[in-house]
């Protein structure tokens, strides 16, 4: 399985962006997949996740601003973007897994698969 995701870029502050990861090599549909982020020096965090259902969850910080939402067709899952601050300066990983708990959507852990990142500069 392999992930590849785009859209990461520069940004001012209260703008918006769109990242997508493309899902090839597996059955897309039996995919949670899910949005993490990472600073340098710090651990990898939850951002969004969506279940097979089209359930969604999110880290609060991000709740009201992020949508999260897959796209069975083209094997993708987006992550949408607004009001958008320096404090999600980050590089965004996608990852995928087909055995992930609803108790491990948020850990880094729960997932077997992941892109390789795309960075998200927000300026003030």
């Known amino acids: 399985v392999q992930l590849q995701a785009s859209g990461g870029g520069l940004v001012q502050a209260g703008g918006s962006l769109r990242l997508s990861c493309a899902v090839s090599?597996?059955?897309?549909?039996?995919?949670?997949m899910a949005w993490f982020r990472q600073t340098p020096g710090k651990e990898r965090e939850f951002v969004a996740a969506?279940?097979?259902?089209?359930?969604?969850y999110y880290e609060d910080s991000v709740k009201g601003r992020f949508t999260i939402s897959r796209d069975s067709a083209k094997n993708t899952v987006y992550l949408q973007m607004s009001s958008l601050k320096p404090e999600d300066t980050a590089v965004y990983y996608c990852?995928?897994?087909?055995?992930?708990?609803?108790?491990?959507?948020?850990?880094?852990?729960?997932?077997?698969?992941w892109g390789q990142g795309t960075l998200v500069t927000v300026s003030s």
């Open positions: 090599g597996g059955t897309f549909s039996r995919y949670v």
């Open positions: 969506i279940s097979r259902s089209r359930s969604t």
């Open positions: 990852a995928a897994d087909s055995g992930v708990i609803l108790s491990s959507y948020r850990s880094v852990s729960g997932y077997n698969y």
